[in-house]
């Protein structure tokens, strides 16, 4: 439903890093980056954008990537807590959603939600 999403972030190398690392089992890459900004997503079409923020800290933003299967769940949630991302909801259903819904949260360095989630057994 979206073409692209913009996250501000305090360190855009700090972040850039993490995302790399959380998207990677989502078959997902770094595409670009310099001191402007980094995009990530399928090959040569980013569709998260990180830009630099020097000013306050916002609210925070809740981003869901879509993964092929469950274990691409797993994976992005062991690979943001080794990034750094903080546990915000370990892998597993949430049948209080969907009977299907299988999914992991994280809080990037900026203090974002971000979930990958699978909706297929």
Do not use: Q
Request: charged fraction near 20%; charge should be neutral; include cysteine.
């Amino acid at each position: 439903m979206y073409d692209h999403i913009g996250l501000h972030v305090k360190d855009l190398a700090a972040s850039a890093a993490f995302y790399k690392a959380v998207l990677a089992p989502l078959g997902l890459v770094l595409n670009s980056s310099d001191d402007s900004g980094a995009g990530l997503g399928p090959k040569g079409a980013s569709a998260l954008w990180l830009y630099p923020n020097k000013g306050a800290k916002g609210p925070g933003t809740h981003v869901a990537f879509a993964a092929p299967d469950r274990k691409a769940v797993d994976k992005f949630h062991a690979a943001g807590l080794k990034a750094g991302g903080k546990d915000n909801g370990g892998a597993g259903l949430r049948v209080d959603y969907s009977p299907t819904y299988y999914a992991a949260f994280l809080t990037d360095p900026d203090g974002n939600n971000v979930e990958a989630v699978c909706m297929t057994k």
